[in-house]
């Protein structure tokens, strides 16, 4: 019954089982797994000669009169009567219910009942037709499950499907959890925990049928990650890579300052790795300018010293050209052979770089994702890092199997970010990476003061900058978008931006120390979104005189290369661009960061584009424009003028507004959770992820008999994304 077609459901024909199709439900067992979105309370039905004025009631009667009373305030009226009464019923602005109200109708309404001349009103009460096989008058309390419909399903008409099957399609549900484990984790069975949602006798059973079906997106997450770690260990070699202590001292030779106790802590944890046979696979996650490019660079140096090769993956050319001039001049004078592979190479270039790959004469390979394309053949791959990993995912880890010396073996593989990962989605999109933490700045890094400006206060920003610029100082300044034809893939708006036609909260900033500037008038004017409108108002206007430049992702690599050159030596005072500047641009002279329409952009994004300025002796100034109304925008913008803790910046964001995309999970390719919540299931989250390691000590490849369901649809919920079809 549970694969059979929702068409076999009496009272579905071919328009609704259409219409349940576009909500994804096909078949019976789709329909019983379609989870109401919340619950709302029924209350107790009372005779209406027994309703009290001002309390919460429902009562149910027949309709004996109608009328649409246009006077005053448009509204609709009726008369309810039962055997004890007359109640009268009034919605406003709901003339439209005179089509489906009459009289002669039985109604059931909710709500509070009001003096009304002699007798009693009800304004604008939630209400139900009656058919004539409604149950009768509820004595108790009831909680009615309300379902995500559409215009050609309403929520009722889903519910009153499921009522119709769940007889029959509960007691077929299997449990793929022993009744030990059960016991043990006081969770209901599976086919219970589906009843607790459709059909609940009170609030507690909603919550623990929520808790047992939560837990079980969970646990099977965490099992398949786990599993798919143990078959990579398990299947493939890494070439061990071994670093003693002249190793060791020749490496730090060549960084051109001192590790911080962090870095050294991470580069112990990543030596360990190296020194084992089996793939390492490690994220190092750090703070903006907390040194994980040395620590990146050490790790490849340590494959470089073994006799084999090292690659930097990042995921815009711009930052793959800022790694290579970084690393290059951290070894010029040693004899590591470095190149740069990127979509912009001429094809002379590109066909020399391959073959130097191939025939290991170049010993580190830095750049974009192309880096690792079928075309790309390394003579021996030792390590591999992938640089601001959420802007991958999974796929291109898993990539990197093929390039390794032969069949079987792969690169030991770190991945870096400098977007914060709080701890519950390390553990959920990253659960198949060791994580390490480089969780200190190097010393002198100075706080960036960070302010959020109304757009009104512009000019004033503005007149800031010039100040700053004539004293021998640079600015970057960001726009959401190239131009208004077209949008680069590095300025695209995170899914948490809020923007609104409505204005924005009162002039002046909202961090610390500061102070309001003036009350705004009613209107703004609109902001310049793009980088070719805000050049042209900066030079003709509050920057004029000043020597500007555009740079984004579409610019020819050379014009790049040249662009930053000057800024860096001081021949551009400031840089109009879009996030292509986001990570890895390092200029210790640039001491402003002003980013305009600043509540179209994620925290991460607005966190790391702060972390590009105040690298050299003097401290930085972060100022964010915005002309939004809206509350959660202002209060997104107000943690980052509170707070230069990007760990803490990325787990309010994800309070207020959600996962969502906020670093990067729509890229991993690991499906939506349907009913956990990785912002409140924390716990559930570490007892999954704790019975998963046991369940897979017991059983390392779920292949005991008893394993069989759970395997069965771990595997379907998960063995796509995770190239599990080959387990067992």
Same mark, same amino acid.
């Given at each position: 019954?549970?694969?059979?077609?929702?068409?076999?459901?009496?009272?579905?024909?071919?328009?609704?089982?259409?219409?349940?199709?576009?909500?994804?439900?096909?078949?019976?067992?789709?329909?019983?797994?379609?989870?109401?979105?919340?619950?709302?309370?029924?209350?107790?039905?009372?005779?209406?000669?027994?309703?009290?004025?001002?309390?919460?009631?429902?009562?149910?009667?027949?309709?004996?009169?109608?009328?649409?009373?246009?006077?005053?305030?448009?509204?609709?009226?009726?008369?309810?009567?039962?055997?004890?009464?007359?109640?009268?019923?009034?919605?406003?602005?709901?003339?439209?219910?005179?089509?489906?109200?009459?009289?002669?109708?039985?109604?059931?309404?909710?709500?509070?009942?009001?003096?009304?001349?002699?007798?009693?009103?009800?304004?604008?009460?939630?209400?139900?037709?009656?058919?004539?096989?409604?149950?009768?008058?509820?004595?108790?309390?009831?909680?009615?499950?309300?379902?995500?419909?559409?215009?050609?399903?309403?929520?009722?008409?889903?519910?009153?499907?499921?009522?119709?099957?769940?007889?029959?399609?509960?007691?077929?549900?299997?449990?793929?959890?022993?009744?030990?484990?059960?016991?043990?984790?006081?969770?209901?069975?599976?086919?219970?925990?589906?009843?607790?949602?459709?059909?609940?006798?009170?609030?507690?059973?909603?919550?623990?049928?929520?808790?047992?079906?939560?837990?079980?997106?969970?646990?099977?997450?965490?099992?398949?990650?786990?599993?798919?770690?143990?078959?990579?260990?398990?299947?493939?070699?890494?070439?061990?890579?071994?670093?003693?202590?002249?190793?060791?001292?020749?490496?730090?030779?060549?960084?051109?300052?001192?590790?911080?106790?962090?870095?050294?802590?991470?580069?112990?944890?990543?030596?360990?790795?190296?020194?084992?046979?089996?793939?390492?696979?490690?994220?190092?996650?750090?703070?903006?300018?907390?040194?994980?490019?040395?620590?990146?660079?050490?790790?490849?140096?340590?494959?470089?010293?073994?006799?084999?090769?090292?690659?930097?993956?990042?995921?815009?050319?711009?930052?793959?050209?800022?790694?290579?001039?970084?690393?290059?001049?951290?070894?010029?004078?040693?004899?590591?052979?470095?190149?740069?592979?990127?979509?912009?190479?001429?094809?002379?270039?590109?066909?020399?770089?391959?073959?130097?790959?191939?025939?290991?004469?170049?010993?580190?390979?830095?750049?974009?994702?192309?880096?690792?394309?079928?075309?790309?053949?390394?003579?021996?791959?030792?390590?591999?890092?992938?640089?601001?990993?959420?802007?991958?995912?999974?796929?291109?880890?898993?990539?990197?199997?093929?390039?390794?010396?032969?069949?079987?073996?792969?690169?030991?593989?770190?991945?870096?970010?400098?977007?914060?990962?709080?701890?519950?989605?390390?553990?959920?999109?990253?659960?198949?990476?060791?994580?390490?933490?480089?969780?200190?700045?190097?010393?002198?890094?100075?706080?960036?003061?960070?302010?959020?400006?109304?757009?009104?206060?512009?000019?004033?920003?503005?007149?800031?900058?010039?100040?700053?610029?004539?004293?021998?100082?640079?600015?970057?300044?960001?726009?959401?978008?190239?131009?208004?034809?077209?949008?680069?893939?590095?300025?695209?708006?995170?899914?948490?931006?809020?923007?609104?036609?409505?204005?924005?909260?009162?002039?002046?900033?909202?961090?610390?120390?500061?102070?309001?500037?003036?009350?705004?008038?009613?209107?703004?004017?609109?902001? %310049?979104?793009? !980088? +070719? *409108? &805000?050049?042209?108002? $900066?030079?003709?206007?509050? =920057?004029?005189?000043?020597?500007? #430049? @555009?740079?984004?992702?579409?610019?020819?690599?050379?014009?790049?290369?040249?662009?930053?050159?000057?800024?860096?030596?001081?021949?551009?005072?400031?840089?109009?661009?879009?996030?292509?500047?986001?990570?890895?641009?390092?200029?210790?002279?640039?001491?402003?960061?002003?980013?305009?329409?600043?509540?179209?952009?994620?925290?991460?994004?607005?966190?790391?584009?702060?972390?590009?300025?105040?690298?050299?002796?003097?401290?930085?100034?972060?100022?964010?424009?915005?002309?939004?109304?809206?509350?959660?925008?202002?209060?997104?913008?107000?943690?980052?003028?509170?707070?230069?803790?990007?760990?803490?910046?990325?787990?309010?964001?994800?309070?207020?507004?959600?996962?969502?995309?906020?670093?990067?999970?729509?890229?991993?390719?690991?499906? %939506?959770?349907? !009913? +956990? *919540? &990785?912002?409140?299931? $924390?716990?559930?989250?570490? =007892?999954?992820?704790?019975?998963? #390691? @046991?369940?897979?000590?017991?059983?390392?490849?779920?292949?005991?008999?008893?394993?069989?369901?759970?395997?069965?649809?771990?595997?379907?919920?998960?063995?796509?994304?995770?190239?599990?079809?080959?387990?067992?």
């Amino acid at each position: 019954m549970l694969t059979s077609p929702v068409s076999a459901v009496r009272g579905v024909g071919a328009r609704r089982a259409e219409a349940l199709a576009e909500l994804g439900v096909r078949a019976v067992g789709q329909l019983i797994a379609y989870l109401p979105t919340r619950h709302e309370k029924l209350e107790a039905e009372t005779p209406i000669g027994d309703l009290a004025v001002g309390v919460n009631a429902a009562t149910r009667g027949e309709v004996t009169a109608t009328r649409v009373a246009r006077r005053g305030k448009a509204r609709f009226e009726a008369v309810l009567i039962d055997e004890t009464g007359r109640l009268d019923l009034c919605w406003f602005n709901a003339t439209y219910l005179h089509g489906s109200i009459v009289p002669g109708i039985r109604l059931r309404v909710q709500g509070k009942a009001q003096k009304f001349g002699p007798g009693l009103q009800m304004a604008n009460p939630k209400h139900d037709i009656l058919r004539e096989d409604a149950e009768p008058p509820m004595r108790e309390e009831k909680l009615r499950p309300v379902y995500a419909a559409s215009s050609a399903i309403s929520s009722r008409q889903i519910g009153q499907l499921i009522e119709s099957v769940l007889p029959a399609a509960l007691p077929l549900i299997a449990d793929h959890l022993s009744d030990d484990f059960r016991a043990q984790h006081s969770l209901p069975t599976l086919a219970q925990a589906y009843r607790m949602m459709h059909q609940p006798a009170h609030d507690d059973e909603v919550k623990a049928g929520r808790r047992r079906l939560a837990f079980d997106e969970l646990l099977m997450l965490q099992l398949a990650l786990a599993l798919k770690r143990s078959m990579v260990r398990q299947s493939t070699r890494a070439p061990a890579l071994p670093v003693g202590p002249q190793i060791d001292k020749h490496i730090r030779a060549r960084l051109p300052f001192k590790l911080t106790a962090a870095q050294d802590r991470v580069v112990k944890e990543i030596t360990a790795d190296l020194a084992r046979p089996e793939p390492a696979s490690r994220l190092i996650q750090g703070d903006v300018g907390s040194g994980k490019t040395a620590v990146a660079l050490y790790a490849m140096l340590a494959a470089v010293a073994n006799r084999h090769q090292g690659a930097l993956m990042a995921p815009t050319e711009i930052l793959a050209e800022q790694h290579a001039a970084t690393i290059r001049g951290m070894l010029e004078g040693s004899g590591v052979r470095v190149a740069l592979l990127t979509g912009s190479l001429s094809a002379g270039e590109r066909s020399a770089t391959l073959a130097g790959l191939r025939d290991g004469t170049i010993d580190i390979a830095i750049g974009t994702h192309a880096l690792f394309s079928r075309a790309v053949d390394f003579k021996s791959l030792g390590v591999a890092v992938i640089d601001e990993q959420h802007r991958f995912g999974v796929h291109q880890r898993l990539a990197l199997r093929g390039k390794g010396e032969g069949v079987g073996t792969m690169p030991h593989v770190l991945v870096m970010t400098a977007t914060p990962i709080p701890r519950t989605l390390a553990m959920t999109v990253l659960g198949d990476l060791d994580v390490s933490l480089i969780d200190a700045l190097p010393p002198g890094r100075k706080k960036i003061v960070t302010r959020v400006v109304d757009s009104m206060a512009r000019q004033e920003v503005y007149a800031f900058v010039r100040t700053r610029l004539d004293a021998g100082e640079r600015a970057f300044i960001v726009a959401p978008a190239i131009d208004r034809e077209t949008m680069e893939e590095d300025s695209i708006f995170e899914a948490g931006g809020e923007k609104s036609a409505q204005g924005g909260p009162d002039r002046g900033a909202v961090g610390e120390g500061s102070a309001p500037l003036s009350a705004p008038p009613p209107t703004r004017p609109a902001l %310049p979104t793009t !980088v +070719a *409108d &805000l050049l042209a108002e $900066l030079t003709a206007g509050p =920057l004029k005189g000043k020597k500007l #430049a @555009a740079l984004h992702g579409r610019l020819p690599q050379p014009e790049r290369d040249a662009i930053m050159a000057l800024f860096r030596a001081g021949a551009i005072d400031a840089l109009v661009a879009t996030t292509v500047i986001e990570v890895g641009v390092d200029v210790p002279e640039a001491t402003m960061m002003i980013v305009e329409d600043a509540d179209r952009f994620g925290l991460a994004t607005l966190h790391q584009l702060r972390g590009r300025v105040g690298r050299g002796g003097k401290a930085g100034a972060c100022v964010l424009i915005t002309s939004t109304a809206s509350p959660v925008a202002a209060e997104r913008l107000g943690i980052m003028a509170k707070s230069n803790d990007g760990f803490k910046i990325a787990q309010k964001d994800i309070e207020i507004r959600g996962f969502g995309d906020v670093i990067g999970v729509r890229q991993s390719g690991m499906p %939506p959770f349907v !009913v +956990a *919540d &990785l912002a409140r299931d $924390l716990d559930l989250l570490t =007892l999954a992820r704790r019975d998963a #390691a @046991a369940w897979l000590e017991r059983s390392p490849r779920l292949d005991t008999p008893a394993d069989k369901l759970a395997r069965a649809r771990l595997l379907k919920a998960h063995g796509k994304w995770l190239g599990l079809a080959d387990v067992g």
